[in-house]
């Protein structure tokens, strides 16, 4: 089965060459979508071989996955952060669930997670679906649950998941390590506010 990897990027100059040289080794298609960076993330991406879609502008994470989905042509889709904190090696361990036919979508979940919105939001996920990790933007799934999701919510945490899950996806979880971020915090924090009522919709429709 062919493999498309997806690397959300925004001003990732300092990572996303290393990052997709390591990710070619286990992937036969590698697409860097830049969401509007003001540095040389495009540039960097493209000397390593890497697929570039630029948005132009800031339209956010969300719309990054969806701009990915439609692109990738991998039987599986791998969704990593593009600042260092994944290790590419970890890929064939996602894979492995869905390769054998035990699951649709793999999260690469953390053993502890990084915030209290991040915990709290998982607990709330975890009333549908049985995950250590609803908040981890380490994920695999296959392409035809891909192509079907509509990625809701400010950003993925607990609505990627439990809309999976409404559509019918296996899901398991596969614990891996995470390196703190080279540069810069987290974006996703800000959005959790609102992401808490959004899962909480999610859960009572």
Known sequence: MKVSVILPAL???KTIGEIVKRVKEYADQVIV????SSDRTTEKAKEQGATVISHGENRGYVA???TGFRNANGDIIVIMDADGQHNPEDIPRLLKPILAGEADLVIGARDK???FSERLITRLTRFRVDTKDACSG???LRRDVAKKMRVKGRCTCGTFVLEAYKLGAR??????KVEPRISG????K???FIQFFLVLKELLV
Do not use: C, Q, T
């Open 11 to 13: 001003n990732e100059e």
């Open 33 to 36: 979508i830049d969401d509007g």
């Open 64 to 66: 990054s996955l969806r």
């Open 113 to 115: 997670l990084s915030s």
């Open 138 to 140: 380490f994920r695999a």
């Open 171 to 176: 899901i398991r979880d596969v614990e891996v």
């Open 185 to 188: 915090k987290s974006r996703m």
């Open 190 to 192: 800000k959005k959790h």
